[in-house]
């Protein structure tokens, strides 16, 4: 059973950068397409970013490519979110998800898995 576990989320300025954690114990993880989605209060769930399985394959949303930058690390079976030059609009409770199969699909409903969430304020 994949159990996603973010971290890394909290208060920065406008301009500055933090780094999110989407972590599994699971041995089938690494095998899995995994993305960030984002949710700001009164708004839809927004894609933001996946990876394929390989690490080799990415896709990033139209408001953050540029800035945000994710990657794989098969050594700790996480997903990292480096996140750059932060926005207010930013501001969102990020989620990090999977889904049981090896390519990126930017629709919500097709992921199988998901954290619990961690919250990103961005002050302008």
């Known amino acids: 059973q994949v159990q996603l576990v973010e971290s890394g989320g909290g208060l920065v300025q406008a301009g500055g950068s933090l780094r999110l954690s989407c972590a599994d114990s699971?041995?089938?993880?690494?095998?899995?397409?995994t993305a960030w989605f984002r949710q700001a209060p009164g708004k839809e769930r927004e894609f933001v970013v996946g990876?394929?399985?390989?690490?080799?394959?990415?896709y990033y949303g139209v408001s953050v490519k540029g800035r945000f930058t994710i990657s794989r690390d098969f050594t700790v079976n996480a997903v990292a979110l480096q996140m750059n030059s932060l926005k207010p609009e930013d501001t969102a409770v990020y989620f990090c998800?999977?889904?049981?199969?090896?390519?990126?699909?930017?629709?919500?409903?097709?992921?199988?898995?998901w954290g619990q969430g961690t919250q990103v304020t961005v002050s302008s």
């Open positions: 699971g041995p089938t993880f690494s095998s899995y397409a």
């Open positions: 990876i394929d399985w390989s690490g080799g394959s990415t």
């Open positions: 998800a999977a889904r049981r199969t090896r390519l990126i699909v930017a629709d919500v409903s097709r992921y199988d898995y």
